[in-house]
């Protein structure tokens, strides 16, 4: 069940809608393994009709369940979108697909919530990666940050003369 506004309630006053949409009707594909919808989104919402469109603003919450990029350990972070608004064309090259004088609200909450997905989940901002492993130990890098001396790339450039 999408999330559908009737336009012809919206003549006379504005709509009030508010509750839960299930993580299969927002139909987000990340194609990040670090971040997957961990529940249903919950929406409190305010419609109104204004000139030649429509303005939706309200709070929107769901609960992402990610992978720490660093350490791999499991974490929920919440999403929540406090002051949400979109003003939707009804008319022109802009405007919003309207079926059966209903505009469906749920790609553009989608698209919004995907632009607010965290690019690189952490649990904890100091978090050190994998026990074991120093910092940079994965990448062949030493301590300092730069490439080991008896690496073949750095003895390469140690020929070049300029």
């Known amino acids: 069940m999408a999330l ?6 919206l003549e006379t006053e504005s709509v009030h809608l508010e509750g839960e949409l299930p993580p299969e009707e927002l139909d987000i ?3 990040d393994e670090m971040v ?4 249903p989104l919950d929406y409190d919402l305010e419609v ?3 000139e030649d469109g429509i303005l939706v603003q309200g709070r929107l919450e769901v609960t992402l369940h990610c992978q720490c990029v660093r350490c791999l350990k499991p974490i929920d972070e919440p999403l929540v979108l406090e002051n949400w608004t979109r003003h939707l064309m009804l008319e022109g090259e802009e405007a919003v697909a309207v079926d059966n004088d209903c505009v469906d609200l749920t790609p553009l909450l989608r698209e919004d919530m995907l632009l607010e997905f965290p690019q690189h989940p952490l649990c904890d901002p100091d978090c050190h990666g994998l026990p074991g492993l120093s910092p940079g130990e994965a990448d062949g890098a030493s301590s300092t940050g730069q490439p080991e001396k008896g690496s073949p ?3 390469e450039l140690n020929k070049l003369k300029f």
């Not at 997957?36 to 529940?39: A, E, I």
Request: no cysteine; glycine share 10%.
């Open 4 to 9: 559908l506004v009737n336009l012809r309630h």
């Open 48 to 50: 109104q009709r204004v």
């Open 153 to 155: 790339a750095w003895n």
């Open 36 to 39: 997957r919808v961990g529940g």
């Open 29 to 31: 594909d990340t194609r």
